[in-house]
């Protein structure tokens, strides 16, 4: 993929106290990946508006039990680029697991710097039927 390639509709998945903070703070701040911290803090985003699990969006849920698919975020930023442009940079075990447990990577993109405002709105609408058990898996 390159750079040049129009960027599609993205959106920022996050759970219930991802929300909050964005919420209080009026942004959206990369955080480096515990196993990826060569890549420095990303944001991560999905061009898949209503993801069928959160695998497929790379939310595996393996260090945290919250709901990360619970409230969505339109992203509009020039800034992103595709996961695939990145993933060559970390190591390639981490990214072999990540990319195998059910994701969907031809859909995964990153912003490299924190997102003001006027970059990302809220989605009042979006609401994710999920059933308990899947909340936990």
């Known amino acids: 993929m390159s750079q040049k390639q129009s960027i599609p509709d993205l959106y920022h998945f996050t759970c219930h106290h991802g929300h909050a903070g964005i919420s209080r703070t009026g942004v959206l701040i990369p955080n480096i990946h515990p196993l990826?911290?060569?890549?420095?803090?990303?944001?991560?985003?999905?061009d898949l508006a209503s993801p069928e699990t959160r695998e497929s969006v790379g939310l595996t849920s393996r260090l945290t039990t919250c709901d990360r698919l619970a409230y969505r975020y339109s992203v509009h930023c020039r800034a992103a680029i595709h996961w695939f442009e990145i993933h060559g940079r970390a190591p390639k075990d981490v990214v072999a697991d990540l990319e195998s447990s059910g994701g969907q990577p031809e859909h995964w993109w990153v912003v490299r710097r924190?997102?003001?405002?006027?970059?990302?709105?809220?989605?009042?609408?979006?609401?994710?039927?999920?059933?308990?058990?899947?909340?936990?898996?």
């Open 36 to 46: 990826m911290r060569g890549l420095g803090p990303l944001l991560w985003l999905t």
């Open 114 to 137: 924190m997102l003001t405002a006027s970059e990302f709105s809220f989605d009042e609408k979006w609401r994710r039927d999920v059933a308990a058990s899947e909340l936990y898996k």
